[in-house]
Nanobody, 121 residues
Framework: VQLQASGGGLVQAGGSLRLSCAAS????????MAWFRQAPGKERAFVAA???????DYADSVKGRFTISRDNAKNTVYLHMDSLKPEDTAVYYC????????????????WGQGTLVTVSS
């Protein structure tokens, strides 16, 4: 499975961005797709996930501001980010798993290359 993330950029606090993650290859066995982020000097952290049945999970820090969705026909997952804050600044990675807990990075076998989101104050 190959993952291609896109959509990062520079935005002012309070603004919005939409990230996209296109999956290709043997996607039929994907259980969940997720977004993680890594800020400078910090560990990679869970942001949101969507399972094959449609259930979604969010980190507390983004609940009510971020929405994860998917287009099965395009094998693409989106992360729509509203009300962005400077603390959302990070490299955002999409990931795909074939099973396991959705919030732990160790469950994800496939990773995209990352896309930088910078939120200015």
């Amino acid at each position: 499975v190959q993952l291609q993330a896109s959509g990062g950029g520079l935005v002012q606090a309070g603004g919005s961005l939409r990230l996209s993650c296109a999956a290709s290859g043997r996607t039929f066995n994907i259980y969940a797709m997720a977004w993680f982020r890594q800020a400078p000097g910090k560990e990679r952290a869970f942001v949101a996930a969507i399972r094959s049945a449609g259930r979604t999970d969010y980190a507390d820090s983004v609940k009510g501001r971020f929405t994860i969705s998917r287009d099965n026909a395009k094998n693409t997952v989106y992360l729509h980010m509203d009300s962005l804050k400077p603390e959302d600044t990070a490299v955002y990675y999409c990931a795909a798993s074939t099973g396991g807990t959705v919030v732990g990075p160790d469950s994800y076998r496939y990773w995209g290359q990352g896309t930088l989101v910078t939120v200015s104050s």
